[in-house]
């Protein structure tokens, strides 16, 4: 019984991975429409209740810089360097198409869930 | 006071960065991303004492650095994502090391090497099984090895990825009935290592190492095998002959069976020849499967060796003729349930009415 509660928290926990996968890139790249560094991108996101790791923030930046949709330089700011990253013309338009599939999506499965 | 409390936060964060260093690759793209981290730590640090209104001590930053993860946990999320033998490839790594282990080694180990270990010494059982363990233990190894190392190179060098891409859909087999469970990947892994086991086998006669290992410098192949070679080199090749043509007609669902059951026939029959050979032995000392060579013929340490593996290699056959009776008789149930299948599906199609 413990087993099956166990694994059926587990299936939860990745199944909520894998949705918020797809998400968290819609998020960075709306967030991305103005101007920042890791760490303010992080709290902002995490501010309106989406949170996420720096292991995994990251890595997705950078995916998301070699891929051609954010652009980043290095820069000081407080006696400190940081790197700041904002959208780039391609990733204004990937964003904007992304968006609409989402709201494509939210709309079907707003009716799937309403017939059901 | 709070000048050396950043120092010692400053110094604290330094040596995490530095753990997390060691466990990620060296190129500057990592080395930036790493340098991106770190920024992110001072960040929250900081965030934290303007929260606080006050510096933080050692401790707090150890919490913030304790809630990041272990170094090397870390550096595994930020690093690139690697495998040592991809999902691509893990397939056939794991058949090839499931065959290398457990259907070249192992026998080879129980019908060779055992053998030879025992007659060494002197058929003192405990040592020569524990002798043979411990070469069973290390040659498993070297064998896991060896073909994880080959298939690693696969991976980085993408050699099979021609394999994987170069596919049309149409040219991909008809539907296959349900009953057909073979997948692709195997019989093309059958039908490579049976060429090679035909390479093997037609390489033997003129190396005898090659089954024999050490051995071969006393022992030589009885007359036997002359008379059996022949029929041994033609199963060899149906062997190959016969995944060939279930890649090149899938449809054909009743030929893996019924050609299984054919070769299973054949081969019974051999082993039926050579285990009445055995029973009829010659005049003189009884060598039916390998004899000694001249110049150890009267050493009474060399015809232990040789008596120990002839009884082996007798033990093998008899074990293989079980073998392929168990085999022989499993098919015919199969071949049986499938011709039931057809039959009743052919039923079932004439009963239908014409629309």
């Known amino acids: ?116 | 006071m709070s000048t050396t409390t950043s120092r010692t936060s400053e110094e604290l964060v330094q040596r995490y960065l530095q753990a997390v260093r060691f466990w990620l690759p060296k190129t500057q793209r990592q080395q930036d991303l790493l340098a991106e981290y770190g920024e992110d730590l001072r960040s929250q640090i900081e965030a934290r004492e303007e929260e606080l209104g006050r510096p933080l001590d050692q401790a707090e930053v150890s919490t913030i650095l304790k809630n990041c993860g272990n170094p090397m946990e870390v550096a595994g999320r930020l690093g690139p994502e690697r495998s040592l033998i991809g999902p691509g490839l893990f397939p056939i790594y794991a058949f090839v090391l499931k065959m290398v282990l457990l259907w070249i080694l192992v026998p080879v180990f129980i019908f060779i090497v055992g053998p030879v270990n025992l007659a060494n010494v002197e058929g003192d059982w405990g040592r020569a099984i524990v002798n043979t363990l411990g070469a069973l233990w290390s040659g498993s190894f070297i064998a896991a090895g060896v073909v994880t190392l080959v298939f690693a190179i696969l991976e980085r060098t993408q050699a099979l990825a021609g394999m994987t891409c170069k596919w049309d859909p149409s040219r991909l087999p008809p539907l296959q009935k349900p009953e057909r469970k073979t997948s692709f990947l195997q019989t093309f892994c059958e039908l490579v290592f049976n060429v090679f086991g035909l390479v093997w086998l037609l390489l033997v006669p003129h190396h005898l190492w090659m089954i024999l290992g050490p051995a071969a410098t006393f022992l030589e192949p009885a007359p036997l095998w002359h008379t059996v070679y022949v029929p041994i080199v033609l199963l060899a090749i149906a062997n190959i002959l016969r995944p060939a043509v279930i890649l090149g007609r899938p449809q054909w669902t009743w030929f893996p069976l019924t050609t299984q059951l054919v070769q299973s026939t054949f081969m019974l029959l051999l082993l039926n020849f050579m285990l009445n050979a055995v029973s009829q032995p010659a005049s003189g000392a009884w060598y039916p499967f390998l004899t000694l060579a001249d110049s150890v013929k009267n050493s009474p340490h060399f015809i232990r060796i040789a008596a120990v593996v002839n009884v082996s290699v007798l033990i093998s056959l008899a074990c293989t003729w079980i073998g392929v009776c168990i085999g022989g008789v499993v098919q015919t149930w199969r071949l049986l349930r499938l011709i039931r299948k057809q039959i009743s599906i052919g039923r079932q199609a004439a009963s239908q009415p014409v629309r």
């Open chain 1, 1 to 116: 019984m413990t087993n099956g509660t166990n694994n059926g928290a587990e299936v939860l926990e990745n199944l909520k991975l894998e949705l918020r996968r797809g998400c968290l890139i819609v998020a960075v790249l709306a967030q991305l429409r103005t101007e920042q560094y890791g760490y303010t991108l992080r709290k902002a996101l995490a501010d309106d209740g989406l949170t996420i790791d720096e292991g995994t923030l990251y890595p997705l930046l950078r995916r998301l810089e070699t891929q051609g949709l954010l652009l980043s330089q290095w820069r000081e700011e407080d006696k400190r360097n940081k790197r700041f990253y904002r959208l780039s013309p391609t990733g204004e338009q990937i964003l904007e198409q992304l968006l609409i599939e989402w709201q494509s999506i939210n709309a079907s499965l707003g009716k799937i869930l309403q017939e059901a």
